[in-house]
């Protein structure tokens, strides 16, 4: 009994940290693409600032689900939980910390002239060039982090039930990419909150299932 109790305060709290900045995250995600974040006002700075300070919450709900993984060995939990810190520290953090710069831009080209809205037109392509890179490389390691978790999970290696592994990001995605091909602009309206309302349950349910399993084995 003695010893499961030690791990069960540092394991609700770091639950309760990483589900909490996971909800904040998805309010800014709300906010930026329901309150006209893409210009400048109260929505852009909400979600820039949240997006920026409140991911590395983030890294107490990946300890929680890691724990939960370690059972299938360091392969399958403690290398994608590091890649998936990794991500949402540089990448994630980088890209709400962006929205102002194109959110200005923007702005500038509308309040422009002719000469001067062409010109930031090319200014907004240059930008994309890095952007996009990054928000390709943040796609790629979204897909392989999510496959490298899920595998474990539906082998049945984990503490984790295998229906688990359906609230990854990547499984919710394409169902409503499926759903988007049937009902257009679908998969638009709701891409934004995938991940993010994903990961809500996500640590949430890992926190859950491991303090269970403690108060069986205790």
Request: net charge positive; charged share 10%.
């Amino acid at each position: 009994m003695a010893d499961h109790r030690p791990d069960r305060a540092p394991l609700l709290v770091c639950g309760v940290l990483g589900t909490l900045g996971a909800l904040l995250i998805l309010i800014a995600d709300i906010v930026y693409n329901r309150f006209g974040g893409d210009r400048l006002g109260t929505g852009l700075y909400v979600s820039t600032w949240f997006g920026t300070f409140l991911f590395p919450l983030w890294w107490a709900g990946i300890w929680v689900l890691y724990r939960g993984l370690r059972p299938a060995g360091l392969f399958w939990s403690l290398l994608p939980c590091l890649l998936f810190a990794f991500l949402v520290s540089t990448v994630n953090v980088s890209g709400h910390a962006s929205y102002p710069f194109w959110a200005a831009i923007r702005d500038a080209g509308q309040s422009a002239d002719q000469a001067v809205a062409l010109a930031v037109r090319q200014l907004e392509a240059q930008v994309l060039q890095y952007t996009g890179r990054l928000a390709l490389i943040q796609t790629i390691l979204e897909v392989l982090i999510s496959v490298w978790i899920a595998i474990p999970i539906l082998l049945g290696r984990t503490l984790f039930p295998r229906w688990f592994a359906l609230f990854i990001p990547i499984f919710p995605t394409a169902a409503a990419l499926g759903i988007g091909l049937l009902h257009p602009g679908f998969f638009e309206g709701i891409a934004p909150f995938i991940a993010s309302g994903c990961m809500v349950f996500a640590f949430g349910a890992a926190t859950v299932f491991q303090l269970l399993d403690q108060r069986g084995r205790s």
